[in-house]
Nanobody
Framework: VQLQASGGGLVQTGGSLRVSCAAS????????ITWFRQAPGKEREFVAT????????SYSDSVKGRFAISRDNARSMVSLQMNSLKPDDTAVYYC???????????????????WGQGTLVTVSS
């Protein structure tokens, strides 16, 4: 199983960016896919989840209303559309996959078996 994150870059405050996670070696809709992020000097934090099968989405309070997670099963890809970006959104964004995560454990990095390599998002002020 491999996850490949892409789409990071430099954007100004208020701008938009879309990061994607391409999955290989698994059927994407049978795995819950979550985006985490890690800013310099900070711990990795939960951003958004899209649950396997149901497609239910969940977001951290800090991105709710600005970010949207979606899944393209035909392409085995999960994307995170990020709008109204702020400097505080600057981080390396990681995608992670698990078959067993549930609502109460979705925000815990230790719940995930597979990780992508990360893609850097920088929001300039």
């Amino acid at each position: 199983v491999q996850l490949q994150a892409s789409g990071g870059g430099l954007v100004q405050t208020g701008g938009s960016l879309r990061v994607s996670c391409a999955a290989s070696g698994l059927t994407s809709n049978t795995y819950t896919i979550t985006w985490f992020r890690q800013a310099p000097g900070k711990e990795r934090e939960f951003v958004a989840t899209i649950f396997r099968n149901s497609g239910r989405q969940s977001y951290s309070d800090s991105v709710k209303g600005r970010f949207a997670i979606s899944r393209d099963n035909a392409r085995s890809m999960v994307s995170l559309q990020m709008n109204s970006l702020k400097p505080d959104d600057t981080a390396v964004y990681y995608c992670a996959a698990s078959r067993s995560v549930i609502l109460s454990t979705m925000s815990l990095a230790g719940s995930y078996h597979y990780w992508g390599q990360g893609t850097l998002v920088t929001v300039s002020s």
